[in-house]
Structures are given as structure tokens and as C-alpha cells.
């Protein structure tokens, strides 16, 4: 970062009018990628903030054990909540999916752009550095196969209500990432079911009820973001 910054628009806007910042009041800035700076203000108008930089911090990013859900898509408001909670808990990858089942939804620029300012307002409330990568929406063999050429050293689990599938939290990945598929309500088809078990993906259990997609989403990020959080 820059010794002296200027912010503009909605973010000045943010700062002058809501939080009512005064010359000489420090506001910390983080740039998604890690990077974490203490600047004061030095000069304010109404839709422009000066700041002079003060200190630095770096966040490494990290390079294993990384979580990575790629959940079908839900309605709007539900995914929207899936995005900023996903963030809060440490989710490193966020794939939405467009499953057989899975109902014709929006996609292209303005929904990427919208999951993007999702994750960023969820950085802020939670103070994460590192903003998760939010894929654009895609298919099942889409995901796998970008997904798994990124993280090389990976193993895949999908949601399941077979009885003999293991649960999930008594599943141990060590220093492996974690892909963790949920389907959609309707469940996956036999197709998509082998396309999993082709790729050596492990059926696991959260519950024994049936659940809406953000929930178990937001169940499998928690578990596997505490049992990471316990190494």
C-alpha cells in the first residue's frame, strides 16, 4: 500500500456520513489479498477521504488444509446469505453450482460482481484479510474439473442422507483441502452421484434431517473450519 491514499464514492461516503470520521481519527483498510494497513485521516469531503498510512501488516496466505464449498445454487436472498456467512467462517473457495436439479437462476457479471461486494461487507464485519475466490456459476463436471486441477492435494466429500455414510464430524483430512459438494433440495441425480464416487468423492452425514442448501452448507463450513481451527 501506498504511504497516502484517497478513498472516493460509496466508501468515503461510508466513513464521512455514517461513521462520522474527524481529521486526525485512525480507520483500518485491508486489500482482500492479505495486506492490512493503520492510516489517519488527514483531509475530508463529502464523497473523498486523504489518509496517510501509518503501518502495514501482511497476512500469508494459506497453502493447506483449505476449504472449499461449492453448493448449488439457491435463490437470491438464501445464497446471498450462504456468501456472507461462508466468508465469516473462514471459507477459502466458494463455487456455486448449477446441478441437474437445480433451479434456472441469474448469472454473468452482475451476479459475480454482487457475490464479490457480499464476501467483501462480510471481511469488514469479521476483519478477514483474505477474501475468499468466488467462482462464477458452473456445472458439477465444470467445478471438479477446475477445482481439482487447483488444489492437486485434495479430497472430496459430498452431502448425503445414506445411513451408512460417515459423519461428518468424525471425518479426519489431516493436511489435505477440502471440497465439499452440496446439492441441491432435490437432491442429486443418479448421474451426478457417480460422477462424485468416479472422482473418489466420500458420501458423509451433518444430521439426519433433511436440509436447505444454505443450512447444510453453512454446517459443513463450520465443522470443517473448527476442526481445522483444533490442529
Not at 52 to 74: G, K, L
Amino acid at each position: 500500500m501506498e504511504n497516502s491514499l484517497e478513498l472516493s464514492g460509496a466508501e468515503a461516503r461510508h466513513l464521512s456520513a455514517s461513521l462520522r470520521l474527524e481529521i486526525g481519527q485512525s480507520v483500518e483498510l485491508f486489500d482482500g489479498s492479505g495486506a492490512c494497513a493503520v492510516a489517519l485521516v488527514t483531509h475530508i469531503k463529502k464523497n473523498r477521504i486523504s489518509l496517510d498510512v501509518q503501518q502495514v501488516f501482511h497476512e500469508p496466505p494459506r497453502s493447506q488444509r483449505r476449504i472449499i464449498i461449492a453448493a448449488a445454487i439457491a435463490k437470491t436472498d438464501r445464497f446471498d446469505g450462504l456468501i456472507g456467512k461462508c466468508t465469516e467462517l473462514g471459507v477459502d473457495r466458494i463455487c456455486p453450482v448449477r446441478f441437474e436439479r437445480t433451479v434456472k437462476l441469474a448469472q454473468g457479471p452482475k451476479i459475480s460482481q454482487r457475490y464479490k461486494n457480499l464476501a467483501v461487507a462480510a471481511a469488514k464485519q469479521c476483519r478477514r484479510l483474505h477474501l475468499p475466490v468466488i467462482d462464477p456459476p458452473c456445472s458439477l463436471p465444470q467445478c471438479l474439473a477446475h477445482i481439482m486441477s487447483e488444489y492437486p492435494r485434495h479430497r472430496i466429500i459430498f452431502g448425503s442422507l445414506d445411513p451408512h455414510a460417515a459423519p461428518l464430524i468424525n471425518v479426519s483430512f489431516d493436511d489435505w483441502d477440502v471440497i465439499a459438494f452440496i446439492g441441491p433440495e432435490g437432491g442429486l441425480t443418479p448421474r451426478e452421484t457417480d460422477i462424485l464416487g468416479q472422482n473418489n468423492a466420500q458420501p458423509i452425514r451433518i444430521t439426519d434431517t433433511v436440509l436447505r442448501i444454505e443450512t447444510a452448507a453453512l454446517a459443513a463450513a463450520a465443522i470443517l473450519t473448527a476442526q481445522r481451527q483444533s490442529h
